[in-house]
């Protein structure tokens, strides 16, 4: 059986769809900005590309510093 550790790491994972969602984006937009390798870091696992929480939320934290006026 999965340690509690184990477990709580694997919800800071999220699929291309709930990032989008996250976002609150187009799953199309995300998959672009990937393509270009703008938008946050993913990365691949197995056949999904999948997103860490924090860097979703550090991505977001360098576009509102880089647009602050």
């Known amino acids: ?10 919800s800071d994972l999220m699929t291309l769809v709930e990032a989008a969602a996250s976002l609150r984006t187009p799953v199309a937009t995300l998959r672009y900005w990937r393509h ?20 979703v939320d550090r991505w977001i934290g360098q576009r509102q510093r880089a647009q602050a006026y």
């Open 36 to 55: 270009l390798g703008a938008g946050p870091a993913g990365f691949r696992l197995g056949r999904r590309v999948m997103y860490r929480r924090e860097d």
């Open 1 to 10: 059986m999965p340690s509690t550790n184990a477990l709580s790491s694997g």
